[in-house]
């Protein structure tokens, strides 16, 4: 399918100090590039759920120790 003088000019391209010297330098600039960015990731920070205290139930205190009816707050008297 492909002639053997394809293939030894493949490896000679390969082979050159041009292309080893660009695929090295893109390695190193692609390793640089990916621990700046990691060093400048912010770290998850989990947030803990606040649980309100559940209020309690608001409880008059008759100080008489005298139940009140509606009627004794109207100012009305029983018959």
Request: proline share 5%.
């Amino acid at each position: 399918m492909f002639s053997k003088e394809f293939f030894e000019l493949l490896t000679q391209i390969i082979k050159s100090w041009q292309v080893i010297a660009v695929t090295v330098a893109l390695v190193i600039y692609i390793n640089i590039v990916s621990a700046v960015a990691r060093s400048y990731r912010r770290p998850r920070v989990k947030k803990e759920k606040v649980k309100k205290p559940k209020a309690e139930p608001v409880v008059e205190a008759n100080p008489d120790g005298i139940e009140s009816d509606s009627n004794d707050e109207l100012g009305l008297e029983e018959a």
